[in-house]
């Protein structure tokens, strides 16, 4: 179980975030407003704004001042972690060694892992069908 919690806790800023810039999307109308600040503000407003930002940061030139493409980077991003953490944890349980407990632990993390990629892979494809005035 102890899995459950921290793959949540991993993956929750950037899904908290996703869902805030819808709500914040007003914030987006400040014009000429330098691209990081954007994503600070908006971050600000996420549970872990310091994560938020370095995993964002990176994507300015893409994002610049777009909830649009700041809610879809955030759903990009959150489901690479998630595959890469999956790929991980697939190497860690290869090792030798571990005691049955740990292994049903992250047997339960790796399944909770596959649900978390399944379900980001839909919102990214729902968020590529919602466009202009929708959104
Ligand atoms: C973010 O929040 C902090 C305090 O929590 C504040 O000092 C800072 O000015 C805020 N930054 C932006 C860009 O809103
Ligand atoms: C996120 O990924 C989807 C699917 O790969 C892609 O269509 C979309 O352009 C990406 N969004 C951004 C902001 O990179
Ligand atoms: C998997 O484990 C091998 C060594 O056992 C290591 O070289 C490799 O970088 C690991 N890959 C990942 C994705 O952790
Ligand atoms: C979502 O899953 C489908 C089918 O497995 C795949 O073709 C598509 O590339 C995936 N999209 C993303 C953004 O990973």
Redesign the pocket.
Known sequence: MEGFSSIRFFASPLILLAISSYINSSLAATPNKPST?FI??SC?STTY?KLCFTSLSTYTNLIQTSPQLLASTALNVTLSSAKSTSVMMVNISKSQGMSPKVVAAMKDCLEELSDLVYELNKSIREMNNVKGSNF
């Open positions: 600040e600070r503000t600000n704004p």
